[in-house]
């Protein structure tokens, strides 16, 4: 399968500060997600993001596919950001089965 | 309302027994999917199917089964629990594999 995997695994930041969560994967793929885990265990879905740039809000991310990695960005971080945020992508040969990265643990402070 | 449901929340098993976990969806997706999630690790697919009728094996199959009778259900059974089972177990589904996903509240599993 492919591997993901996610830089750096913990982050602690001032409410305030602006962050870059990184995504590197092993091989082609057709299906980038970046999902936010909050506290209590609930995934949401933040984008796919296959390739290019897409916003939302506070949070942009930005997928290279020919270099084979993908950038979350956090401006502004808020409490409620904290949490871990997975990085998942499906290869073009079956995107149908989705690999996880380990995750980057995020702490936002007050 | 609208979503993934889950159930059970929490589960404690014996080693050795079985049990069901059960999954449904409401927004009539065709894609549907379980993972699991151990301490300090990303999800790892279990199985998934792309429609009623239809499953495959994820990245970490072995001890689980899955069937896919109606396009709302996506049920996984643990024919005989192990202690190696103890997850934290979720499901998710979408209309399109390539698009975002909708995920269940996960169930807690304890295998003693």
């Known amino acids: 399968g492919i591997q993901v995997e996610q830089s750096p695994p913990d982050l602690i930041l001032q409410e305030g500060a602006n962050s870059t969560l990184r995504c590197n994967f092993s091989d082609s793929v057709n299906n980038l997600q970046w999902f936010h885990q909050n506290p209590w265990g609930q995934l949401i879905n933040l984008f796919y993001i296959p390739s290019g740039t897409k916003q939302n809000g506070r949070l942009s991310a930005t997928t290279v596919a020919t270099e084979r990695y993908s950038l979350l960005y956090i401006s502004s971080s808020q409490t409620t950001d904290s949490g871990v945020y997975f990085c998942?992508?499906?290869?073009?040969?079956?995107?149908?089965?989705?690999?996880f990265g380990s995750g980057t643990k995020l702490n936002v402070k007050p | 309302n609208a979503g993934v449901t889950q159930t059970p929340k929490f589960q404690v098993l014996k080693t050795g027994q079985s049990m069901t976990l059960q999954c449904a969806q409401d927004m009539n997706h065709e894609y549907m999917s379980w993972y699991r999630q151990d301490p300090g690790m990303g999800l790892r697919l279990i199985h998934y199917?792309?429609?009623?009728?239809?499953?495959d094996q994820g990245e970490v199959p072995n001890g689980y089964n899955v069937s896919r009778s109606t396009t709302e259900d996506f049920p996984l059974r643990l024919l005989s629990a192990a202690p190696s089972q103890t997850s934290v177990y979720f499901c998710?589904?979408?209309?399109?594999?390539?698009?975002?996903?909708?995920f269940g509240s996960g169930t807690r599993l304890t295998v003693v």
């Open positions: 998710a589904s979408s209309s399109d594999s390539l698009y975002g996903y909708t």
């Open positions: 998942a992508v499906g290869a073009q040969y079956n995107f149908n089965k989705f690999y």
């Open positions: 199917s792309v429609g009623a009728g239809i499953t």
